[in-house]
């Protein structure tokens, strides 16, 4: 069965510090692949998305993402977070033949101390 | 271009009480779809329509219906109202060309059934 797996529920870290999220996929043939993020109260917004090509993707607000087809994984990255970073991140596959339909990890909470 | 927007935003039930969530956009996408967040389990679909006239049952289907009342129109129903539907819905849409799969998420609607 199609699953995304988030490890890791709830991570802290320090204003400045390297901040990696853990995002695994078990999918029958590479998937899209994106990031999500939920600040509190709010909608989600997508931060960045794997289409296809270069496995390293930009995103918004100064995050990356890398696709690894041998370890079915597309962690997500920033060199150095900001306190506004702190929210809920969610990673997302989806189908590249078929329907719109997406399938969510369970999510991980981000906390930034000062 | 307000994009997604969802209304109410809150909103206290009753056991055995009825009430439909509404949803509507303005980017012509073919595809809306309704989630349901719950802590710990991230967002599950409800029911999808891929385009106009249709709609599918997601994961979690039982309990809800839905309407496609126009392109830019896409309800979420419940007829009887139960505690365990106490959640965050969220909807959204997407169009295939535009972004594949890229879901362009609402605000959201707090529930509480008592």
């Known amino acids: 069965a199609q699953s995304v797996t988030q490890p890791d529920i709830h991570i802290t870290v320090s204003e400045g510090a390297s901040l990696e999220l853990r995002c695994n996929y078990s999918?029958?043939?590479?998937?899209?692949l994106f990031w999500y993020v939920q600040s509190p109260g709010q909608g989600l917004q997508l931060l960045l998305k794997?289409?296809?090509?270069?496995?390293l993707v930009q995103g918004i607000k100064g995050f990356e993402a890398e696709f690894k087809r041998s370890q079915s994984s597309f962690n997500l990255r920033k060199p150095s977070v900001h306190w506004s970073d702190a929210a809920e991140y969610f990673c997302?596959?989806?189908?590249?033949?078929?329907?719109?339909?997406?399938?969510f990890g369970t999510g991980t909470l981000l906390a930034v101390q000062p | 271009n307000a994009g997604v927007t969802q209304t109410p935003k809150f909103q206290v039930l009753k056991t055995g009480q009825s009430m439909t969530l509404q949803c509507a956009q303005d980017?012509?996408?073919?595809?809306m779809y309704w989630y349901r967040q719950d802590p710990g389990m991230g967002l599950r679909l409800i029911y999808y329509?891929?385009?106009?006239?249709?709609?599918d049952k997601g994961e979690v289907p039982n309990g809800y219906n839905v309407s496609r009342l126009n392109k830019r129109e896409f309800s979420l129903r419940l007829e009887s109202a139960a505690p365990s539907q106490t959640s965050v819905y969220f909807c959204?849409?997407?169009?295939?060309?535009?972004?594949?799969?890229?879901?362009?998420f609402g605000p959201g609607t707090r529930l509480t059934v008592l």
């Open positions: 959204a849409s997407s169009s295939p060309g535009l972004g594949l799969n890229e879901q362009f």
């Open positions: 329509s891929a385009s106009e006239g249709t709609t």
């Open positions: 999918y029958g043939a590479t998937p899209y």
């Open positions: 997302a596959v989806g189908a590249r033949m078929g329907t719109n339909k997406l399938i």
């Open positions: 794997y289409f296809s090509g270069d496995t």
């Open positions: 980017m012509n996408h073919n595809s």
